[in-house]
């Protein structure tokens, strides 16, 4: 009957409707998780490790004891020795994995947002929010990020295998230099061999990385020689 009929169209314009709420709700909570994502990684990162354990257990300040100024593991190991200096690498590592290893079990890795779930911890730790925007140069940080995307991408591989290549086999010297023709040539290859495997996102996430770490390298290095170059000066006076 018609009155059958238009209560039949009304109840399936009201589940549409539900469906419609239901979605909606279901996708603010992914941008809600997102959000949580980027922000946690962003600040994790900007915890600097190796500034924070060598000034309580050994009262030993890295940033002020190496020339370079970095509040990075390299130094720790340096300054303070094996042991702490790779607990020190292992929490500049963790730092990088634990953001974006969550996001690639929970969510959709093929979503742009993931990309800057990676780019957060290597960001926060170039900035470094709580060390006076103070940070470091963001290589033990982005291995953690790659091994944290492992379960989606084996893409570290090919950085570790570039940054052996440049240390050992073909030796760049300096390590800002070698850092800086690692990351560019690691993001010029990941633009290329990703896309190949849908993991496009992933490429943009690399070169994000990448784009950090060279700035970051350029930035301090300029300082460093500013500081030597300041330092020349006063012995001159």
Same mark, same amino acid.
Request: hydrophobic share 50%.
């Given at each position: 009957?018609?009155?059958t009929?238009?209560?039949?169209e009304?109840?399936e $314009? $009201?589940? @549409?409707e539900q469906?419609r709420k $239901?979605?909606?709700r $279901?996708?603010?909570?992914?941008?809600? &998780?997102w #959000?949580?994502?980027?922000?946690?990684?962003?600040?994790f990162?900007?915890?600097?490790?190796s500034?924070i354990?060598?000034?309580?257990?050994? @009262?030993?300040d890295?940033?002020?004891l190496?020339?370079?100024k970095n509040?990075?593991a390299?130094?720790?190991f340096k300054?303070?020795?094996?042991?702490l200096?790779i607990?020190?690498?292992?929490?500049?590592?963790l730092k990088?994995?634990?953001?974006?290893?969550?996001?690639?079990?929970?969510?959709?890795?093929r979503?742009?947002a993931?990309?800057?779930?990676?780019?957060? %911890?290597v960001i926060g730790h170039?900035?470094?929010?709580?060390?006076?925007?103070?940070g470091?140069k963001c290589?033990?940080?982005s291995f953690?990020?790659?091994l944290? #995307?492992? %379960? /989606?991408?084996?893409?570290?591989?090919?950085?570790?295998?570039?940054y052996?290549i440049?240390s050992?086999?073909?030796k760049i010297?300096?390590?800002?230099?070698?850092?800086?023709i690692?990351?560019?040539l690691f993001a /010029?290859?990941?633009l290329?061999?990703?896309?190949?495997?849908?993991?496009?996102?992933?490429?943009?996430?690399?070169?994000?990385?990448?784009?950090v770490?060279?700035?970051?390298?350029?930035?301090?290095?300029?300082a460093?020689?500013e500081?030597?170059?300041?330092? &020349?000066?006063?012995?001159?006076?």
């Amino acid at each position: 009957t018609l009155r059958t009929r238009k209560g039949s169209e009304r109840h399936e $314009e $009201e589940k @549409k409707e539900q469906n419609r709420k $239901e979605e909606r709700r $279901e996708s603010l909570k992914e941008i809600i &998780l997102w #959000i949580i994502l980027i922000f946690s990684g962003f600040l994790f990162g900007s915890v600097m490790f190796s500034r924070i354990i060598p000034q309580i257990t050994r @009262k030993k300040d890295i940033s002020e004891l190496s020339s370079d100024k970095n509040p990075g593991a390299a130094n720790v190991f340096k300054n303070c020795g094996v042991k702490l200096g790779i607990i020190c690498l292992l929490l500049d590592m963790l730092k990088g994995f634990m953001m974006p290893f969550i996001a690639s079990m929970l969510m959709d890795t093929r979503n742009f947002a993931f990309s800057l779930v990676m780019t957060a %911890p290597v960001i926060g730790h170039a900035l470094g929010m709580f060390n006076s925007f103070k940070g470091g140069k963001c290589i033990s940080t982005s291995f953690g990020v790659m091994l944290g #995307i492992m %379960p /989606v991408s084996r893409i570290g591989f090919l950085l570790a295998i570039i940054y052996v290549i440049f240390s050992v086999i073909v030796k760049i010297n300096p390590h800002t230099l070698r850092s800086i023709i690692s990351f560019s040539l690691f993001a /010029v290859l990941s633009l290329i061999i990703l896309p190949f495997f849908g993991r496009f996102v992933i490429a943009l996430g690399c070169l994000f990385i990448s784009l950090v770490a060279i700035v970051k390298h350029v930035v301090m290095a300029k300082a460093e020689t500013e500081r030597e170059a300041d330092e &020349l000066e006063s012995v001159r006076k």
